[in-house]
């Protein structure tokens, strides 16, 4: 049994840490609002460029004259998955639950015979799939959104999968991330970025069908210059989404640990007291055999 000296050092061990998660889920928590805000403000964007850009594309009745990031290069023979994690952990099972999303859809690809590959953004993904994927692994982005996720930081990302598209290292790309639900609740999402793909296109531009416009120079003059833009609009929007998934998932964790950090010095606290009682009752009765003896 421990003595009371360890006890006290246990408790006030545990207080400490529960400082140190209320204080985290606060920061947390004021972060949140920020992140979700932001996430909130982009979707309107993203989802009106989306439309922009299935109307322009149902212009295009050359599928094989239609720019390489719609049209795609004809094959699916190599995948690649962009891995969207944070650099940080202590946000419950945020990054473990895309890490096991990743892990399943590479078995996915395998079976179906085609080659993966991944592109990790955030240390934590990174540092769960080194092990078994480590091969796959092309290229890494880390301080993405470290204070505050900025536009550039996804043109970054796009213009570097723009690159690798272009120099024939993958046939499709799919990001894997996150979507913002509420603070105890994400979902995970898998958005294919190049090609663009053709179901999006299809109901987008039926939803616009009614309107007829003309483009200057050309349809396809306008998509070359749109698409890329376009990519480095989802991945911003992605990213957004699991900054906003990342604090609502610390938030919780932290909640969850300052309660149980609690409960812990409930019964720290109650073995010391019951130690102690048992202290003084084993003195007590030294005490007076001692003075029966005499």
């Not at 213009?159 to 024939?168: I, K, S, V």
């Not at 084993?282 to 055999?289: A, G, N, Q």
Request: one cysteine or more; aromatic letters at 6%.
């Amino acid at each position: 049994m421990p003595s009371l000296k360890d006890l006290r050092g246990r408790i006030a061990s545990v207080k400490q840490t529960q400082k140190i998660t209320s204080a985290m889920k606060l920061v947390a928590a004021s972060k949140l609002r920020r992140a979700q805000e932001q996430a909130e403000a982009s979707r309107p964007f993203a989802s009106r460029m989306e439309r922009m850009l299935a109307n322009l594309a149902a212009g295009v009745a050359d599928v094989q004259g239609a720019p390489p990031l719609l049209a795609g290069t004809g094959s699916d023979a190599v995948q690649l998955l962009v891995v969207a994690t944070a650099d940080r952990g202590l946000c419950g099972g945020f990054n473990s639950s895309i890490a096991r999303g990743a892990r399943r859809w590479i078995r996915e690809m395998r079976e179906q015979g085609k080659q993966a590959k991944l592109l990790c953004v955030g240390r934590k993904g990174r540092d769960a799939l080194r092990r078994e994927f480590g091969d796959l692994i092309v290229d890494t982005f880390e301080g993405v959104g470290r204070r505050r996720l900025e536009y550039a930081e996804a043109q970054a990302i796009a213009e570097r999968l723009t690159r690798l598209y272009a120099d024939g290292a993958f046939d499709v790309c799919t990001i894997v991330f996150n979507r913002f639900k509420s603070a105890i609740t994400q979902e995970l999402t898998f958005r294919q970025l190049i090609p663009v793909a053709p179901g999006e296109v299809e109901d987008a531009g039926q939803a616009e069908a009614t309107a007829i416009y003309e483009f200057e120079p050309s349809e396809t003059g306008i998509l070359q210059e749109l698409l890329p833009r376009n990519l480095a609009v989802q991945i911003y929007g992605a990213l957004v989404e699991n900054a906003a998934s990342e604090q609502g998932a610390r938030m919780t964790a932290m909640d969850s640990a300052t309660r149980n950090a609690g409960d812990m010095i409930g019964r720290l606290t109650l073995t010391y007291n019951r130690t102690r009682q048992a202290q003084i009752t084993r003195e007590l009765i030294e005490i007076i055999s001692g003075a029966e003896a005499l």
